[in-house]
């Protein structure tokens, strides 16, 4: 492909300054005419690259994302809506068609807000008050991350301490439970990395 991009890109140069060239070859609509026949060529030799890239077939980093994009695919409705960390909302939004309550595109204050909530679910806060809010919002799955969940840098930063604001809300974060026998959560899918709770 390299090669006839580059010519690709010399011959269309030469096109451009074609007044001086079509005098002294008289060979512009041919350089016109290359330009094409390479670009049909570069098109029919990489036809599979280019089919894939306009029926939207998209790579989808991981396997463990790919696993609950397909879970949400193929369990949940499609009018279902669901909140996680911006990232995971992306993936949800493009992969599966569901609605979202953190749309990765968009900032003002109304998301910071909802950021807010929705990242409670990492820091020591009850099920019964992040289970209200999503309610109230008609949330029907909240997706709790790993990586999020235990993090930990250098300086001891964690994603815990930011969410709980340096004060120790409950006694358990909320993303480390069981959900078993939970009176709010049931737990729809989990593959170590995700776990997806179902509101009741």
């Not at 010399?10 to 290359?34: E, G």
Request: hydrophobic residues 40%; proline residues 2%; charged residues 20%.
């Amino acid at each position: 492909v390299a090669l006839p991009v580059s010519l690709i890109i010399i011959t269309y140069f030469i096109y451009v300054t074609s007044d001086f060239f079509s005098k002294l070859f008289k060979l512009k609509y041919l350089y016109l005419t290359s330009i094409l026949a390479l670009s049909l060529l570069i098109i029919f030799n990489n036809k599979t690259h280019f089919s894939e890239l306009f029926t939207g077939s998209r790579p989808i980093a991981g396997n463990t994302m790919t696993q609950l994009t397909d879970f949400i695919s193929s369990n949940t409705s499609t009018d279902s809506s669901f909140a996680g960390s911006m990232p995971v909302s992306s993936s949800i939004v493009l992969l599966t068609g569901r609605k979202i309550f953190i749309h990765p595109q968009y900032e003002n204050q109304l998301l910071r807000d909802r950021v807010k909530e929705v990242y409670k679910i990492f820091g020591n806060f009850s099920e019964k008050s992040i289970y209200t809010y999503l309610k109230e919002n008609k949330i029907d799955y909240i997706v709790s991350e790993a990586s999020y969940c235990h993090y930990k840098s250098s300086t001891g930063c964690v994603m815990q301490t930011l969410i709980n604001e340096g004060k120790r809300k409950d006694s358990q974060q909320f993303c480390n439970r069981s959900f078993i026998n939970s009176d709010f959560f049931e737990v729809a899918f989990d593959n170590k990395r995700f776990k997806l709770l179902k509101l009741k």
